[in-house]
């Protein structure tokens, strides 16, 4: 997430990454890990986008880099 702060990251785009295939895709661990991190950043950094997935927002004044094109 750190390394895309200001887009939405998916929860099946976490999964895969952080998984083998056969992980149990209707396993909460991705929402508990969420929910630690909040804890730790804060509520407004680890925001959820319903229906898309998990925001980490930039820090107050920068705005989030754009990729190269």
Same mark, same amino acid.
């Given at each position: 997430?750190?390394?895309?702060?200001?887009? %939405?990251?998916?929860?099946?785009?976490?999964?895969?990454?952080?998984?083998?295939?056969?992980?149990?895709?209707?396993?909460?661990?991705?929402? %508990?890990?969420?929910?630690?991190?909040?804890?730790?950043?804060?509520?407004?950094?680890?925001?959820? %986008?319903?229906?898309?997935?998990?925001?980490?927002?930039?820090?107050?004044?920068?705005?989030?880099?754009?990729?190269?094109?």
């Amino acid at each position: 997430m750190m390394h895309h702060v200001g887009r %939405v990251i998916s929860r099946t785009e976490l999964v895969e990454h952080l998984y083998d295939q056969d992980f149990d895709r209707d396993s909460n661990t991705i929402e %508990v890990f969420v929910g630690r991190l909040r804890k730790k950043l804060g509520t407004d950094q680890l925001q959820t %986008v319903r229906g898309l997935g998990y925001l980490l927002a930039p820090p107050e004044g920068e705005t989030p880099a754009r990729p190269a094109r």
